[in-house]
């Protein structure tokens, strides 16, 4: 897994892993590889016996994003791996402070296009979901707004509590407890549909901006070459875990469980790599 550990994808590999460990009387043990943006640990992975033993927890960023970021990567998302699920499907959120000048939807879109640029919105660094979320609706509403790229969505949600950014795009997970205590409002989600999680917020296409959907999603994946009747045992185990304890565990915190077939998932990762590409040029990101 090409993340530290700690953290919301550390978090899901550790309760996905007790879970296929229970279903399957197999023991599983996290592997932290981290290091040049998720590629050591994705590699690893890529490169591994395709037995089943080896498997990884992706998050979209390092299966769909990075092919956008840098002109060479050791491995290809859609050819050296084997999709088993996705995991989880962590929804993109707009929010603000509740005294902000833009405390509504339509209360941003005014000010950003009568003094365009001046906006400014934080994210967890360039390339992104936050960043690319921006991208994004700033695309769909024809609007322009002044990214300013933090290392960690954490540090990004620290400034807008202090007033030193006007808005963010972030994972509900990441923004769920200040939410709740009021400390922030949400203003619509990236989704095609709400969250039970914040059942009362709109939707970004709800309220006008169809095509704003961007997920900070994660996945399982093997190695290419997997055996078809070892993914489909790892599919149904997901499928179970996410349906049970391991479901539960994951909206505790804001994030929603959200299993798919295999063929869903090498779909997801398609699609997605195609839009992250589009965003990522818009956004005028050279690849590294």
Known sequence: MGVPAGGSVDMVARLISQSLGDDLGQSFFVDNRAGGSGIIGTDFVARANPDGYT???????FI???????KKLPYDPEKDFAPISKLVNQTMVLVTKPNSKVGSLEALVAFAKATPGALTY???????????????????????????????????????????????????SEVLPHLRSGKLIALGLLAHQRSPLLPDVPTLEQKGYKGVELSAWMCLVAPAGT????????????????????????????????????????ELIRTESALHRELAKAAGIVPQ
């Open 122 to 172: 934080g994210s967890g660094g360039e390339g992104s979901p936050h960043h690319l979320s921006g991208v994004l609706f700033s695309n769909k509403a024809k609007i322009s707004l002044n990214h300013v790229p933090y290392k960690g969505s954490a540090p990004a949600i620290v400034d807008l509590l202090a007033g030193h950014v006007d808005i963010a795009f972030a994972g509900i």
């Open 227 to 266: 055996p078809r009747e070892v993914v489909s045992r790892l599919n149904a185990s997901v499928a179970k875990a996410l349906a049970g304890t391991a479901g539960s565990k994951l909206q505790e915190v804001g994030l929603e469980g959200s299993a798919s077939t295999p063929e869903q998932l090498a």
């Open 64 to 70: 769909a994003t990075n092919r956008s970021l840098f």
């Open 55 to 61: 498997l990884g927890v992706v998050p979209a960023a």
